[in-house]
C-alpha cells in the first residue's frame, strides 16, 4: 500500500523535467474549458436550430477533414519543429473554433467552426511528441496517466457551469463558456511554447528537412504505411482504436441529446454526471495504474468492453427521468475507461517506431479518421430515427472491439519492439 507521497504518480509528477514538465503542467488550461462546454455543444447546437441529422453531418465532416491534417503532421512536424508547430496549430485548431462557436447564430457557423478544428490532428501529434519524446522512458505511462487526469481537473469546475445555465439560460452561458475556453487556451499555447524546448529528435528532423518542400516529405508515408501493413500486432491495435474512436464520437455527440431530449434530465443538471465520472474516473487512476501490466493486457482490456457494453445497455433501457439508473450508467463508464484508456496507449506505444513516431502517428491518426467519419453521418440519421439508436451501435462495437482484444493477445509477440516493451512495460507495472 502507497502513503500519496510514495505513490508513483506522484513522484512522477514532481520528478518531471523540461518538456514533460511543462505540457503535463499546462494541459489543465486545456482540459479544464473543454470539459466544461462540451456536454453543452450538441444541445448549445439544437437551441440554435441545428438538427440532429446535421449535427452527425458536422461530426461527419470534421472527421473526413481531419486526415488531410493528420497525413500533413508528420511532415509540419519535421520540418518547423515540435513546438512552433504545437503553438500556431493550437491556436488554429483550438483558439478560432471557440471564438466562432461564441458568436454562432445558425449551422454555418459549426461549419467553418468544424473546419478549423479538423487542424486538431496536427497539434496531436506535434504535442504528443513534444511530450514524450525527451521524456524518462519509464516515466511515459504515468505522464499519459497525469495528462488524462488534468483532463478529469474539470469535473470539480464543471458545477459551475450547471450553476451558470440555470441563471441565465443555455445559449448565453455557453457562449460565456466558449469564451472562457478561448481565452485559456491561447493562453496556454502560448505558456507551453514559453517554457518548452525543442526536442532532440526534433532538432534532428528539422535538419534532416530543411532543405526538402514540405510535399517531398509526404512521398514517405508510403513507406511507413507499408510498414504498418505489415505489422499484425499495430493492425489489431488500430482496430480497437477505430472502435473507441467510433464510439467517444457517439458519446461526445449524442450522449447529452439522449439525456436531455430522450431521458428528460434537465440541461443545467448535465453537470452532475461529468463530475461523478471524472471523480471516479481520479480515484480509479490511482488504485488501478499501478496495478497494471501491458503484458497481461487481455483480461482487463475484455473487462473493460463489458463494462462499456453494460452501461450502454442501461443507458438504451432505462425509463426516462431515472437519474439513479443513468448515474450508474456513467460510473460503469468511468470504471472501464480508468481500466482500459493507459493499456490502450500502452499498447499503441509498443507498435510505434521511436525513430518515425511522426510519421507512423500522422499514418495512424489518418486511418483512425477515415474508417470513423462516416459514423457521425451514420449516428446522426440513426438519431432522427430514435435517439438511444447511435448507441445500439456502441454496444455492437463493443462487440467486435473484445474480440480485437483477444487478437491482440494473440499476436502480442509480434511487431512490438523490445525496447519499447520493456519501456511499457516497466511505466505500467512500476
Same mark, same amino acid.
Given at each position: 500500500m502507497y502513503t500519496i507521497r510514495q505513490h508513483p504518480l506522484v513522484i512522477t509528477l514532481f520528478s518531471l523535467k523540461g518538456n514533460p514538465r511543462a505540457s503535463v503542467l499546462t494541459e489543465p488550461m486545456w482540459g479544464i474549458p473543454f470539459n466544461l462546454y462540451i456536454p453543452y455543444a450538441s444541445i448549445y447546437m439544437l437551441a440554435l436550430g441545428v438538427s440532429d441529422a446535421q449535427i452527425g453531418m458536422i461530426a461527419s465532416l470534421g472527421l473526413l477533414i481531419q486526415p488531410i491534417f493528420a497525413l500533413l503532421s508528420g511532415a509540419l512536424t519535421d520540418k518547423f519543429g515540435r513546438r512552433l508547430t504545437t503553438l500556431v496549430s493550437d491556436i488554429l485548431s483550438w483558439s478560432i473554433p471557440c471564438l466562432i462557436w461564441a458568436v454562432a447564430q445558425d449551422i454555418r457557423y459549426f461549419v467553418v467552426a468544424a473546419v478549423f478544428n479538423a487542424m486538431w490532428r496536427i497539434s496531436m501529434n506535434s504535442w504528443t511528441c513534444l511530450l514524450v519524446e525527451d521524456a524518462d522512458s519509464d516515466q511515459l505511462v504515468h505522464i499519459w496517466t497525469w495528462i488524462h487526469i488534468a483532463g478529469l481537473m474539470a469535473a470539480f469546475f464543471a458545477p459551475l457551469a450547471g450553476l451558470l445555465i440555470a441563471a441565465i439560460d443555455l445559449v448565453p452561458a455557453v457562449r460565456i463558456l466558449y469564451l472562457f475556453a478561448f481565452i485559456m487556451m491561447t493562453v496556454k499555447a502560448w505558456i507551453l $511554447?514559453?517554457?518548452?524546448?525543442?526536442?532532440?529528435?526534433?532538432?534532428?528532423?528539422?535538419?534532416?528537412?530543411?532543405?526538402?518542400?514540405?510535399?517531398?516529405?509526404?512521398?514517405?508515408?508510403?513507406?511507413?504505411?507499408?510498414?504498418?501493413?505489415?505489422?499484425?500486432?499495430?493492425? #489489431?491495435?488500430?482496430?480497437?482504436?477505430?472502435?473507441?474512436?467510433? #464510439?467517444?464520437?457517439?458519446?461526445?455527440?449524442?450522449? *447529452?441529446?439522449?439525456?436531455?431530449?430522450?431521458?428528460? =434530465?434537465?440541461?443545467?443538471?448535465?453537470?452532475?454526471?461529468?463530475?461523478?465520472?471524472?471523480?471516479?474516473?481520479? =480515484?480509479?487512476?490511482?488504485?488501478?495504474?499501478?496495478?497494471?501490466? #501491458?503484458?497481461?493486457?487481455?483480461?482487463?482490456?475484455?473487462?473493460? &468492453? =463489458?463494462?462499456?457494453?453494460?452501461?450502454?445497455?442501461?443507458?438504451?433501457?432505462?425509463? *426516462?427521468?431515472? $437519474?439513479?439508473?443513468?448515474?450508474?450508467?456513467?460510473?460503469?463508464?468511468?470504471?472501464?475507461?480508468?481500466?482500459?484508456?493507459?493499456?490502450?496507449?500502452?499498447?499503441?506505444?509498443?507498435?510505434?517506431?521511436?525513430?518515425?513516431?511522426?510519421?507512423?502517428?500522422?499514418?495512424?491518426?489518418?486511418?483512425?479518421?477515415?474508417?470513423?467519419?462516416?459514423?457521425?453521418?451514420?449516428?446522426?440519421?440513426?438519431?432522427?430515427?430514435?435517439?438511444?439508436?447511435? &448507441?445500439?451501435?456502441?454496444?455492437?462495437?463493443?462487440?467486435?472491439?473484445?474480440?480485437?482484444?483477444?487478437?491482440?493477445?494473440?499476436?502480442?509477440?509480434?511487431?512490438?519492439?523490445?525496447?519499447?516493451?520493456? =519501456?511499457?512495460?516497466?511505466?505500467? *507495472?512500476?
Amino acid at each position: 500500500m502507497y502513503t500519496i507521497r510514495q505513490h508513483p504518480l506522484v513522484i512522477t509528477l514532481f520528478s518531471l523535467k523540461g518538456n514533460p514538465r511543462a505540457s503535463v503542467l499546462t494541459e489543465p488550461m486545456w482540459g479544464i474549458p473543454f470539459n466544461l462546454y462540451i456536454p453543452y455543444a450538441s444541445i448549445y447546437m439544437l437551441a440554435l436550430g441545428v438538427s440532429d441529422a446535421q449535427i452527425g453531418m458536422i461530426a461527419s465532416l470534421g472527421l473526413l477533414i481531419q486526415p488531410i491534417f493528420a497525413l500533413l503532421s508528420g511532415a509540419l512536424t519535421d520540418k518547423f519543429g515540435r513546438r512552433l508547430t504545437t503553438l500556431v496549430s493550437d491556436i488554429l485548431s483550438w483558439s478560432i473554433p471557440c471564438l466562432i462557436w461564441a458568436v454562432a447564430q445558425d449551422i454555418r457557423y459549426f461549419v467553418v467552426a468544424a473546419v478549423f478544428n479538423a487542424m486538431w490532428r496536427i497539434s496531436m501529434n506535434s504535442w504528443t511528441c513534444l511530450l514524450v519524446e525527451d521524456a524518462d522512458s519509464d516515466q511515459l505511462v504515468h505522464i499519459w496517466t497525469w495528462i488524462h487526469i488534468a483532463g478529469l481537473m474539470a469535473a470539480f469546475f464543471a458545477p459551475l457551469a450547471g450553476l451558470l445555465i440555470a441563471a441565465i439560460d443555455l445559449v448565453p452561458a455557453v457562449r460565456i463558456l466558449y469564451l472562457f475556453a478561448f481565452i485559456m487556451m491561447t493562453v496556454k499555447a502560448w505558456i507551453l $511554447y514559453r517554457y518548452s524546448t525543442e526536442t532532440k529528435q526534433g532538432y534532428i528532423r528539422m535538419e534532416e528537412t530543411q532543405d526538402k518542400p514540405l510535399l517531398s516529405l509526404l512521398g514517405g508515408l508510403k513507406e511507413v504505411l507499408v510498414q504498418i501493413l505489415k505489422t499484425p500486432r499495430t493492425l #489489431v491495435v488500430l482496430g480497437i482504436m477505430v472502435v473507441m474512436g467510433v #464510439v467517444m464520437m457517439i458519446n461526445n455527440t449524442f450522449w *447529452s441529446i439522449l439525456a436531455t431530449e430522450k431521458l428528460g =434530465i434537465l440541461a443545467e443538471h448535465l453537470a452532475i454526471f461529468p463530475f461523478a465520472k471524472s471523480g471516479l474516473m481520479l =480515484i480509479l487512476y490511482f488504485l488501478l495504474v499501478p496495478r497494471l501490466n #501491458v503484458r497481461r493486457f487481455r483480461n482487463p482490456m475484455i473487462l473493460g &468492453f =463489458i463494462g462499456f457494453l453494460a452501461a450502454n445497455l442501461i443507458l438504451v433501457t432505462m425509463p *426516462s427521468g431515472n $437519474y439513479f439508473l443513468l448515474l450508474i450508467s456513467v460510473l460503469i463508464e468511468a470504471a472501464s475507461l480508468a481500466m482500459f484508456g493507459p493499456l490502450l496507449d500502452a499498447l499503441t506505444i509498443i507498435s510505434i517506431d521511436n525513430a518515425e513516431r511522426a510519421r507512423i502517428n500522422s499514418i495512424l491518426f489518418a486511418v483512425v479518421i477515415l474508417l470513423t467519419s462516416p459514423f457521425g453521418w451514420i449516428a446522426g440519421q440513426l438519431s432522427e430515427i430514435n435517439r438511444v439508436l447511435p &448507441f445500439v451501435l456502441n454496444i455492437c462495437l463493443f462487440i467486435i472491439g473484445s474480440g480485437l482484444v483477444w487478437l491482440a493477445w494473440r499476436w502480442r509477440d509480434r511487431g512490438a519492439t523490445t525496447a519499447n516493451l520493456e =519501456i511499457v512495460s516497466a511505466s505500467v *507495472s512500476e
